[in-house]
């Protein structure tokens, strides 16, 4: 993509409205360009800012202070890591395929430490399907020596009912594929449980289920160890 980025395609793309061909194509044109990197991350802070403009209620008689993630959000830690991976190069090649990890890939999660965070935040059935699909195909792949892959699937947001034990199906599935895969680590974010718990949300999570505080913290932590990341 070598054209003029719009405004209307940076906002398509901060509300994951992009498909999978525009995405990959201006993912790689992000990557490349540090001046368009510096307008997405302001886009999405300013999209937080204006969710953030009705302050969730705490205590009676008050309101409680947001901390530092929940105050700028999602978008704006996904900035974040959108800067951490461009400099490090899991960026750039990540063809969004709907249900599989593209060939080239895996290929190259193999060659560079066989270690990979997925991360979803849609709670919809398709991207849940979708995450479960390119979790089982990881844990099923070997590295160049011959290693299974260390596999993360990190759920925040809404992605947290994939995790949850009051879908019966859905629980039978999980449990399954990590019984198949013990190399698979299922992972939820404790910030947007307690989320979920003020809105009258109660959250009970299947027994294979490790939660962390922050997924964001989580992924950026791996990232800093050379774990290649993908988003779902």
């Known amino acids: 993509m070598n054209r003029e980025v719009s405004d209307e395609l940076l906002n398509a793309f901060a509300d994951n409205e992009l498909d999978g061909a525009e995405k990959a194509e201006l993912l790689e044109q992000i990557a490349a360009d540090e001046r368009l990197r510096a307008k997405v991350c302001e886009t999405?802070?300013?999209?937080e800012l204006v969710r953030s403009a009705h302050p969730l209620v705490g205590k009676p008689g008050g309101r409680r202070k947001p901390d530092r993630w929940r105050m700028f959000g999602l978008p704006?830690?996904?900035?974040?890591?959108l800067m951490v991976g461009a400099g490090s190069g899991w960026l750039a090649h990540e063809q969004y395929d709907e249900s599989w990890i593209p060939g080239a890939e895996l290929r190259t999660i193999q060659?560079?430490?066989g270690r990979v965070v997925l991360h979803l935040v849609s709670g919809e059935p398709i991207e849940i399907d979708k995450a479960l699909r390119k979790a089982e195909q990881l844990a099923s792949a070997r590295d160049r020596e011959g290693g299974i892959l260390q596999?993360?699937?990190?759920a925040n947001g809404t992605g947290i009912r994939m995790l949850q034990s009051g879908n019966?199906?859905?629980?039978?599935?999980?449990a399954t594929i990590r019984a198949r895969h013990h190399n698979l680590k299922l992972i939820a974010c404790n910030e947007a449980m307690n989320r979920m718990r003020?809105?009258?949300?109660?959250?009970?999570?299947l027994p294979e289920v490790d939660v962390?505080?922050?997924?964001?913290?989580?992924i950026a932590t791996r990232?800093?160890?050379?774990?290649?990341?993908?988003q779902v």
């Open 44 to 47: 999405w802070h300013l999209k």
């Open 76 to 81: 704006l830690a996904a900035c974040l890591l």
């Open 111 to 113: 060659a560079k430490g």
């Open 151 to 154: 596999v993360e699937l990190v």
């Open 168 to 174: 019966a199906q859905l629980a039978a599935r999980v």
């Open 198 to 205: 003020e809105r009258g949300v109660e959250v009970t999570l």
């Open 212 to 218: 962390v505080p922050s997924a964001i913290e989580e």
């Open 223 to 230: 990232l800093n160890q050379g774990w290649r990341y993908l």
